[in-house]
């Protein structure tokens, strides 16, 4: 009897169950969509169904942490004065990387880009040992992985943002045409990264404009145009 009635509630859970699964695994593709240009109630809608169905999944910690580290300019780009909220979100990211037992290439490539985002909230006087961290974050991605795009573009911004007095603007380039030459597809159903080279054509194309570079940074944005069509940003690029 007790046999039976053990089976009859996991007949009656069972759809319940499948169906918060189907949710789960749609917000995480929905998660590998997000963009800079992502509507705010949009990334809200994905973070808080994240955070109501909490699990130690790898890629449930990995999309939770993305999601949050673009929400952060979210704030940064269109509410500057919500700083905290900025930092806040650059904080849970980072809590949510930091759940996951092995650190690999993927994680370490954004936590890299997360605590560079930080160092716009470190004090002067650490800034010169946190930056070098962010930089080894990188660089350890690219040891782990060195297929991996992602992690070329984290050590890439990690220069760009480095000023040339303090040995920065060195490897940008190489490390952005590394990234893009890295590109390649993933399957639909999968629920790796694939963000990260769009983002390098833009840096590389600001990267040349600023360099004075205008015949380079013309030839990549139109390469981006033609290999990222239905993507604004570069429709609208003005060199």
Excluded at 31 to 55: E, F, G, V
Excluded at 139 to 164: G, M, Q, S, V
Excluded at 209 to 221: F, I, S
């Amino acid at each position: 009897m007790k046999k039976n009635l053990i089976l009859l509630m996991a007949t009656l859970l069972l759809p319940t169950l499948l169906r918060a699964q189907g949710s789960m695994e749609n917000i995480l593709h929905e998660a590998q969509k997000i963009t800079w240009k992502t509507p705010k109630d949009s990334l809200q809608k994905i973070i808080n169904y994240m955070n109501n169905h909490p699990s130690n999944d790898y890629h449930y910690l990995y999309w939770n942490a993305y999601a949050h580290y673009m929400e952060y300019f979210n704030y940064k780009l269109n509410i500057p004065s919500e700083e905290k909220k900025a930092k806040n979100c650059l904080d849970q990211a980072s809590k949510f990387l930091s759940k996951i037992a092995k650190p690999n290439s993927e994680t370490l490539a954004l936590q890299s880009l997360i605590d560079g985002l930080k160092l716009n909230f470190t004090n002067v006087f650490l800034l010169p040992i946190k930056a070098g961290k962010v930089g080894k974050l990188a660089e350890r991605a690219i040891d782990l992985n060195p297929k991996n795009p992602r992690a070329y573009y984290a050590l890439a911004i990690y220069d760009f943002y480095t000023p040339k007095m303090y040995g920065g603007r060195k490897v940008v380039e190489s490390n952005l045409v590394k990234a893009i030459s890295l590109y390649s597809t993933i399957p639909e159903n999968s629920k790796e990264p694939n963000w990260g080279i769009s983002e390098s054509y833009l840096f590389l194309i600001r990267f040349y404009k600023e360099e004075n570079q205008k015949n380079k940074a013309q030839q990549y944005l139109q390469e981006a145009k033609n290999k990222f069509p239905e993507n604004t940003t570069f429709l609208q690029y003005k060199l």
